[in-house]
T-cell receptor, first 114, second 115 residues
Framework: DAGVIQSPRHEVTEMGQEVTLRCKPISGHNSLFWYRQTMMRGLELLIYFNNNVPIDDSGMPEDRFSAKMPNASFSTLKIQPSEPRDSAVYFC????????????FGNGTRLTVT | GDSVTQMEGPVTLSEEAFLTINCTYTATGYPSLFWYVQYPGEGLQLLLKATKADDKGSNKGFEATYRKETTSFHLEKGSVQVSDSAVYFCALSGDSGGGADGLTFGKGTHLIIQP
């Protein structure tokens, strides 16, 4: 089992540029989550999908953020335009549907916007 | 809404010391409770979980008991090792059913074990 795979591991970009983060969930998992981690705010849930359908995007900070899941094995989180305050580690996680199902996290993408 | 409160860190202990990291929660109904661990440069990994009152989760020498009367899920280990140095997150999952809806995490407790 390869686990949740995220790319890139590190991304450095200039303010105003578009950033796309990618995630491949564990095969067979039907829930996918995007989290953001910062020192100030800790872990924040941005959006999650069940069976490729966005269920709750209330955590998405603003319209500059968008997420898609075109199929069961791929999701993207896009920031356009990026700003320095978007600098954080972004985690993707997947799970089986179920109240007590644990989340399996990828190793994250560290985003730095200068 | 649901919330998780855990003790502020960093917590610094000597090797072989007893560890307690406090965690309390606020939630409606009967949530499931989790402890996750994050090692430097990695994502979170599930350490243990409990799904109903009085359940005890355990793994790698760590234990936590679901206490509904005190709404707590404190993490304990009898003898810590340097390799236990990491950030520990307490989390809950609501019981709304209908599928996973993500976890509510505490802010994390950074544990440092000195040899």
């Amino acid at each position: 089992d390869a686990g949740v795979i995220q790319s890139p591991r590190h991304e450095v970009t200039e303010m105003g540029q578009e950033v796309t983060l990618r995630c491949k969930p564990i095969s067979g998992h039907n829930s996918l989550f995007w989290y953001r981690q910062t020192m100030m705010r800790g872990l924040e849930l941005l959006i999650y999908f069940n069976n490729n359908v966005p269920i709750d995007d209330s955590g998405m900070p603003e319209d500059r953020f968008s997420a898609k899941m075109p199929n069961a094995s791929f999701s993207t989180l896009k920031i356009q335009p990026s700003e320095p305050r978007d600098s954080a580690v972004y985690f993707c996680a997947s799970s089986l549907t179920g109240v007590a199902s644990p989340l399996h996290f990828g190793n994250g993408t560290r985003l730095t916007v200068t | 809404g649901d919330s998780v409160t855990q003790m502020e860190g960093p917590v610094t202990l000597s090797e072989e010391a007893f560890l307690t990291i406090n965690c309390t929660y606020t939630a409606t109904g009967y949530p499931s409770l989790f402890w996750y661990v994050q090692y430097p440069g990695e994502g979170l990994q599930l350490l243990l979980k409990a799904t109903k009152a009085d359940d005890k989760g355990s793994n790698k020498g760590f234990e936590a008991t679901y206490r509904k009367e005190t709404t707590s899920f404190h993490l304990e280990k009898g003898s810590v090792q340097v390799s236990d140095s990491a950030v520990y997150f307490c989390a809950l999952s609501g019981d709304s059913g209908g599928g996973a809806d993500g976890l509510t995490f505490g802010k994390g407790t950074h544990l440092i074990i000195q040899p």
